[in-house]
């Protein structure tokens, strides 16, 4: 019988269940594909002597980061101040937040959670972003923890240089109530090269200023096997990896054997011979392409093709599959969607299973926490 939506609250109500009787749609966690994520990417960071930070906005769940931690990760990555409030909460002590924090609501925020924790840290690339830290913690016993953000080729946040690097990190250094940290980049994949030689200049350039660097971070899964090739940097961050998705499949990263999360999805619609209609739509797989042409790939019917996604409604394509050999309606279909990372944030709770059946359900904790 399949399971009443009165009961999809309480955890426990769903633990034992098989998976094939859950409403739907909703992403499920196969635990020993996680576990073996977990396992794969900690003993490769710990066999070329890198530190390794997981960035949980993948998860978003305080159990997996656990998981990790408990595997040999060293801290965690948060991206909001909002979002490493939760890690604080659930006893995380030492948390780097790589986003820019401008505005008085949130630097009086940050405060609290440096005095909470005993290890925060924090991005800058501007002298407005450290100006206003400065502004915040200048009078503060604790000081704050300021890493230079830098832009190594994937155009995004950062200096532009590495005497830019140098420059801001002195401001830092200067600065009352803050600390330099170090240098941190998330650079553009299979970008190992660059990211070395904007590093080596950096680090060349802070040590004839007599400036200490702690930290060099380098961060990113799709390259993440490569993580040797940057000696420079001294840990890597990286969160995709946890439960992987099509994109990581794509760049070499993993398989999609190696995907740990599936959204389950009933067909609810077959209104032609080569259409079907499931009931996941934009609200339940995330509308990213991410170069792809399709919204997910349908592990059980291949060669279907999942062209458009409305707010509640998926219009899959069956063209390509055999008469015989397509879903009908109530059927259930599982999907290993483009960027897992947005489908964390679409959903309350994440049931987790092993061999088909649910060992537990956990709040997706840091869900909605957007600054």
């Given at each position: 019988m399949e399971q009443k939506l009165s009961e999809l609250a309480p955890q426990a109500s769903l633990v034992g269940k098989p998976v094939s009787q859950l409403s739907t749609p909703l992403p499920v966690i196969d635990e020993t594909r996680l576990e073996a994520n977990i396992d794969r990417v900690q003993s490769y960071m710990d066999k070329i002597g890198k530190a390794f930070r997981p960035h949980i906005k993948t998860h978003k769940i305080p159990a997996v980061a656990q998981a990790q931690v408990k595997a040999g990760a060293k801290g965690i990555n948060c991206q909001k101040v909002t979002e490493a409030q939760v890690f604080a909460d659930a006893g995380f002590e030492d948390i780097l937040i790589t986003f820019n924090i401008l505005g008085l609501d949130k630097l009086e925020e940050l405060a609290a959670l440096n005095e909470q924790i005993a290890d925060l840290k924090v991005v800058a690339d501007s002298a407005t972003t450290?100006?206003?830290?400065?502004?915040?913690?200048?009078?503060?016993?604790?000081?704050?923890?300021?890493?230079?953000?830098?832009?190594?080729g994937a155009g995004r946040c950062g200096v532009q240089?590495?005497?830019?690097?140098?420059?801001?990190?002195?401001?830092?250094?200067?600065?009352?109530?803050?600390?330099?940290?170090?240098?941190?980049?998330?650079?553009?994949?299979?970008?190992?090269?660059?990211?070395?030689?904007?590093?080596?200049?950096?680090?060349?350039?802070?040590?004839?200023?007599?400036?200490?660097?702690?930290?060099?971070?380098?961060?990113?899964?799709?390259?993440?096997?490569?993580?040797?090739?940057?000696?420079?940097?001294?840990?890597?961050?990286a969160g995709t990896y946890v439960y992987n998705d099509r994109a990581m499949a794509r760049s070499g990263h993993c398989t999609l054997d190696d995907c740990a999360m599936t959204i389950l999805a009933t067909v609810v619609s077959r209104p032609?011979?080569?259409?079907?209609?499931?009931?996941?739509g934009s609200k339940a797989l995330t509308s990213d392409l991410l170069g792809f042409q399709?919204?997910?790939?349908?592990?059980?019917?291949?060669e279907?093709?999942?062209?458009?996604?409305?707010?509640?409604?998926?219009?899959?394509?069956?063209?390509?599959?055999?008469?015989?050999?397509?879903?009908?309606?109530?059927?259930?279909?599982?999907i290993i969607p483009n960027h897992t990372c947005?489908?964390?944030?679409?959903?309350?709770?994440?049931?987790?299973?092993?061999?088909?059946?649910?060992?537990?359900?956990?709040?997706?904790?840091?869900?909605?926490?957007?600054?």
């Open positions: 450290v100006n206003g830290l400065a502004a915040a913690f200048g009078q503060r016993e604790k000081s704050l923890k300021v890493l230079v953000e830098c832009d190594t240089s590495a005497a830019d690097a140098i420059s801001l990190a002195e401001v830092i250094a200067n600065s009352e109530g803050l600390a330099f940290a170090g240098l941190l980049t998330y650079p553009k994949a299979f970008g190992e090269v660059e990211t070395e030689a904007f590093f080596t200049e950096a680090l060349s350039g802070l040590q004839a200023k007599g400036i200490a660097c702690p930290i060099v971070s380098n961060g990113g899964t799709p390259s993440l096997f490569d993580a040797e090739k940057v000696p420079s940097a001294t840990e890597h961050r032609t011979e080569t259409r079907a209609v499931i009931d996941a399709d919204y997910g790939h349908v592990v059980d019917y291949p279907a093709v999942i062209t458009i996604l409305s707010e509640e409604h998926g219009v899959v394509d069956l063209s390509g599959s055999a008469p015989d050999a397509r879903p009908q309606i109530g059927d259930r279909i599982r947005v489908v964390s944030n679409l959903f309350d709770q994440m049931v987790f299973q092993r061999n088909g059946i649910v060992t537990r359900v956990e709040p997706v904790a840091a869900r909605g926490r957007v600054w």
